[in-house]
T-cell receptor, first 115, second 109 residues
Framework: GAVVSQHPSWVICKSGTSVKIECRSLDFQATTMFWYRQFPKQSLMLMATSNEGSKATYEQGVEKDKFLINHASLTLSTLTVTSAHPEDSSFYIC???????????FGSGTQLSVL | GQNIDQPTEMTATEGAIVQINCTYQTSGFNGLFWYQQHAGEAPTFLSY??LDGLEEKGRFSSFLSRSKGYSYLLLKELQMKDSASYLC??????????WGAGTKLIIKP
């Protein structure tokens, strides 16, 4: 089946630094990728939809300048958390559909801890 | 608005059967997904229903009633490894998944 690779799996960083998370579709092309954030015991919250070759679409309340998304190729999307703060500590997950109403394939997630 | 309602937590016994219900309200409908999520891990796909009725896949079955905005996930012959959160996620008219908080299923020996 389709595989989505996400790394790093976990990262600890100091407040004020930037962290980049990569999401790759390994055996299919993904024109769209989704980025989610999940706090403990809460539902997945869609942050943004990453579109290959164009600007990402951000959900209401998500700061575009803080969460930079780049989808430069059909197999790679990156999320950069800029000037991270402790409140940004969360589980970040990417996913990609193989079709318009196809199931999503998820990356393994990135646990971000900002000290 | 869009809304998902499923129980927060359920407990069942190893070897038994459990049914996790989900009611939903969405702007348009393009099917409903069930995902399993173990703590600290990403969700994994379980099932997809777009037509009314029951879809069976091994120990797991999923049912959909579009007119009632209702779905359930049925897990048979429960195993300890089935302890996880189960996420009901309908897809709206924009092909966006709407996520609820999920149902935490606890399996006891």
């Amino acid at each position: 089946g389709a595989v989505v690779s996400q790394h790093p799996s976990w990262v600890i960083c100091k407040s004020g630094t930037s962290v980049k998370i990569e999401c790759r579709s390994l055996d299919f092309q993904a024109t769209t990728m989704f980025w989610y954030r999940q706090f403990p015991k809460q539902s997945l919250m869609l942050m943004a939809t990453s579109n290959e070759g164009s600007k990402a679409t951000y959900e209401q309340g998500v700061e575009k300048d803080k969460f930079l998304i780049n989808h430069a190729s059909l197999t790679l999307s990156t999320l950069t958390v800029t000037s991270a703060h402790p409140e940004d500590s969360s589980f970040y997950i990417c996913s990609a559909p193989t079709g318009q109403n196809e199931k999503l394939f998820f990356g393994s997630g990135t646990q971000l801890s900002v000290l | 608005g869009q809304n998902i309602d499923q129980p927060t937590e359920m407990t069942a016994t190893e070897g038994a059967i459990v049914q996790i219900n989900c009611t939903y309200q969405t702007s348009g409908f393009n099917g409903l997904f069930w995902y399993q999520q173990h703590a600290g891990e990403a969700p994994t796909f379980l099932s997809y229903n777009v037509l009314d009725g029951l879809e069976e896949k091994g120990r797991f079955s999923s049912f959909l009633s579009r007119s009632k905005g209702y779905s359930y996930l049925l897990l048979k012959e429960l195993q300890m490894k089935d302890s996880a959160s189960y996420l009901c996620a309908p897809m709206d008219s924009n092909y966006q998944l709407i996520w609820g908080a999920g149902t935490k299923l606890i399996i006891k020996p």
